[in-house]
């Protein structure tokens, strides 16, 4: 009995070694994966740089701006610091209501001012945005709380948008991200902190003019890369889809992101961002399934999900550096049947 008792105490004690052996050589790859770069490469230049404090309207191009843990800041205005949602609270975007692409917004001193064909502009004032009710919304099935911005912005939103579905809109009151990380996407490097505000993914997401250039070859109807949706458009030195391989990026002297996630593509490239119409032939989304799909997904992938470690201030023409380290899973093939390994 007393050999019995001896062989299980070494049975418990080979698993208790083996699972701290397990733990530690997770620790170490996470710590490994996660340590900043000691040097960087030079990729490119910043060619483009871009935000959308209302989530889904027409983009705002700048030159300049602050990179924080929320995202794009420019004075008072935030990178998706608003939304509009349905009655159940669900998020409304252009993929739904393609003519979203044609709200103007134009930040000010005392708000966002706001027009569309049709309308009369609406000037939505920060000091009013953050005083109604406090409420639960969705975004794809990551729960957020919000703030209800007010009747007169819910009618002509609801007005321009649909008025048979009312909209409302609401307001991202915090400074600071708050969702948890998809459980698809949650690898050990992407960070609750990187989620952002109102964006689907993260705060940050990244295009190489290259891939795109790549793109507009095999299509009918080439595309502006701004089409995308980026924070960042990269013009690079290197080939098409060498983004796949830059797992750390810095742009200018102090602002250094992680690359947290492929960015898997929806269908709202699908929608021109000038005339908000969709693609006769689902392009580039069609297009691109045919050779930017891997073997976990059906979405295929033109980008990087990028989250923030160095807080900085960036502008168009800066030089962007990247650095390249451990491989952890695979990225898309870049031409059929030729896996590339991400080294994210």
């Excluded at 979203?100 to 001193?109: A, C, E, G, H, T």
């Excluded at 001012?113 to 309308?119: H, L, N």
């Excluded at 991200?177 to 996407?185: C, D, I, S, W």
């Excluded at 451990?326 to 080294?343: D, E, F, M, R, W």
Aim: glycine share 8%; hydrophobic share 35%; aromatic share 10%.
């Amino acid at each position: 009995m007393s050999g019995i008792k001896e062989k299980a105490a070494i049975g418990v004690g080979v698993g208790i070694a083996v699972s701290a052996l397990t733990g530690a050589y997770y620790w170490y790859q996470a710590k490994v994966r996660n340590a900043y770069p000691k040097a960087w490469r030079r990729v490119g230049t910043l060619s483009n740089l871009a935000y959308s404090p209302i989530k889904s309207c027409k983009a705002i191009y700048l030159n300049d701006a602050d990179c924080k843990a929320i995202g794009i800041e420019k004075g008072q205005c935030r990178d998706h610091m608003l939304m509009l949602i349905d009655g159940s609270n669900k998020v409304v975007t252009a993929r739904g209501y393609p003519h979203m692409l044609k709200i103007k917004q134009v930040p000010n001193d005392k708000g966002i001012t706001v027009s569309a064909p049709g309308m009369d502009p609406l000037e939505i004032q920060y000091s009013d945005i953050g005083q109604g009710d406090t409420i639960k919304a969705s975004i794809f099935g990551s729960d957020v709380f919000v703030v209800e911005c007010g009747r007169k912005y819910d009618d002509w939103f609801s007005k321009f948008i649909d008025e048979k579905e009312r909209v409302k809109l609401v307001f991202y009151p915090y400074h600071t991200p708050t969702r948890v990380v998809e459980k698809a996407l949650a690898n050990g490097i992407f960070l609750n902190e990187d989620t952002g505000a109102l964006q689907d993914i993260s705060s940050y997401m990244l295009i190489n003019e290259a891939s795109v250039n790549d793109l507009n070859k095999r299509l009918k109807r080439p595309i502006n890369p701004m089409q995308f949706r980026p924070s960042f458009l990269v013009k690079t030195d290197g080939p098409a889809y060498d983004e796949d391989n830059w797992n750390w990026i810095k742009i200018g002297n102090d602002a250094v992101f992680r690359t947290v996630a492929p960015c898997y593509r929806c269908i709202l490239p699908n929608i021109n961002m000038e005339t908000a119409e969709r693609d006769p032939d689902g392009d580039p989304l069609t297009t691109l399934k045919s050779y930017r799909c891997n073997r976990s997904s059906k979405s295929p992938v033109m980008g990087l999900q990028l989250g923030i470690r160095t807080p900085g201030y960036v502008k168009v023409g800066d030089e962007v550096f990247f650095c390249a380290k451990i491989a952890v899973y695979l990225l898309p093939t870049v031409h059929p049947g030729t896996p590339q390994k991400s080294v994210i």
